[in-house]
Nanobody, 120 residues
């Protein structure tokens, strides 16, 4: 079955770094755009970063220059390197797989999330 399993979250001081990992299985990873979303308490889930099947990347303005998304199609992994973390980065981070097909409805898979807490 389809699985997205995030890891790497934790508690870090402001200015520190974390690297999130997402292990994918059960689908053809290379055909999906991969994204990281986050959801802070009391807020809606928001898109943080995306990497396409062609390795094009896009970031939320608030994380540009601090976060970097990457993927390894051989290992079916996607990563989010987070540097210069700020307290406002505190959230549950979710891995997402997305595919748009011409003849089928869009497909979205989600992981269970990993908590990132940045202390001031």
């Amino acid at each position: 079955q389809v699985q997205l399993v995030e890891s790497g979250g934790g508690l870090v001081q402001a200015g520190g770094s974390l690297r999130l990992s997402c292990a994918a299985s059960g689908f053809t990873f290379s055909l999906f755009s991969m994204s990281w979303y986050r959801q802070a308490p009391g807020k809606e889930r928001e898109l943080v970063a995306t990497i396409t099947t062609g390795d094009l990347t896009n970031y939320k303005d608030a994380v540009k220059g601090r976060f970097a998304i990457s993927r390894d199609n051989e290992k079916n992994m996607v990563y989010l390197q987070m540097n210069s973390l700020k307290p406002e980065d505190t959230a549950v981070y979710f891995c997402n797989a997305h595919r748009i097909s011409t003849y089928r409805p869009p497909i979205d898979y989600w992981g269970q999330g990993t908590q990132v807490t940045v202390s001031a």
